[in-house]
């Protein structure tokens, strides 16, 4: 193994658990393949501690020769600011503008929402897999948010709480209960769950991760990020009393002041409650 992909294991080990298991993941194989590109590039015998300037626009030089989108560069580039903070170079990688790259659209163009279908859901033969659908139904979860939830820890009654650990970003947060349907998948996934997660006996994430995919895919129900939109949508509704733009409801710029406050404050309790620390990027979920 090189020096610098030696280096980049060694960050990645002492940080532990910085971030959720996905994070972390994607984390490793970026960094990774920084390395092995700056290694073609000429820079033989970098250390991690060495990084600078020059080998930031590198980097982007490569991505941009390979014709890598600009959504793709900001993912590496946040991979590239964490290797260098945990350098002790924070200020080194300047902002994602000053390399030419496009800031994401959060702007919908149009829902993007998915309601579970209980006809495709009674196909879905892992019971563990079957909850955790509902759960990404009912509280707006990602994937592994889902899969590795343990009700008996985090369902605290009025809330759930979200472990860092197994959140984008590693951002804890709690989703209230507000429905009897709520209360009755968290009832349900007690049951099933005793006082793990909704991983069976016997299996890890890794391995529970590819019966979801298998389960869900035979199922018809692939792709299930449509889920959070359904929950932003419905959660927005409830909060101002319309529905969303995304969903044919008035766009934020005709809203009288007194309703443009009540968006505002809708926008960030929704992009709280997925996760999220801004709240343009409910516009992904909600429109604009």
């Known amino acids: ?50 990084l600078k300037g020059k080998h930031v626009e590198a980097l982007v030089h490569h991505w941009r020769a390979g014709r890598v989108s600009d959504a793709t560069i900001m993912n590496r580039m946040a991979h590239l600011r964490w290797w260098a903070e945990r350098v002790g170079k924070g200020n080194l990688v300047k902002t994602n503008a000053d390399y030419g790259i496009r800031p994401r659209s959060h702007v919908s163009d149009g829902t993007k929402r998915r309601d579970l279908d209980a006809a495709k859901l009674a196909r879905v033969e892992d019971p563990h897999v079957r909850m955790a659908l509902r759960l990404q139904a009912a509280f707006g979860l990602r994937r592994e948010e889902a899969v590795k939830f343990t009700p008996a820890r985090e369902d605290r009654g009025d809330r759930i ?3 860092g650990s197994t959140a ?26 005793g ?85 343009e990027i409910s516009r992904t979920y909600l429109g604009a």
């Open 1 to 50: 193994m090189r020096d610098l992909n030696w280096d980049l294991v060694q960050l990645q080990r002492r940080a532990g658990d910085d971030g959720s298991h996905a994070t972390r993941r994607d984390r490793s194989y970026a960094l990774a393949r920084m390395a092995d590109a700056l290694h073609e590039a000429g820079y033989r015998g970098l250390r991690a501690k060495g």
């Open 161 to 163: 709480h979200i472990k």
């Open 168 to 193: 984008k970003g590693g951002r804890p947060r709690e989703v209230p209960v507000l429905t009897d349907g709520q209360r009755k998948v968290l009832d349900e996934a007690r049951r099933l769950a």
């Open 195 to 279: 006082g793990g997660a909704l991983i069976p006996p016997g299996r890890n994430y890794a391995e529970q991760r590819k019966v979801y995919e298998d389960e869900t895919r035979r199922a018809g129900l692939p792709r299930n990020h449509g889920l959070r939109h359904a929950y932003a949508l419905d959660r927005y509704e409830v909060l101002t009393g319309w529905k969303a733009p995304a969903a044919g409801g008035p766009a934020s710029g005709t809203l009288t002041e007194a309703r443009r406050r009540i968006d505002r404050a809708a926008r960030l309790t929704v992009a709280a409650e997925l996760g999220h620390s801004r709240r």
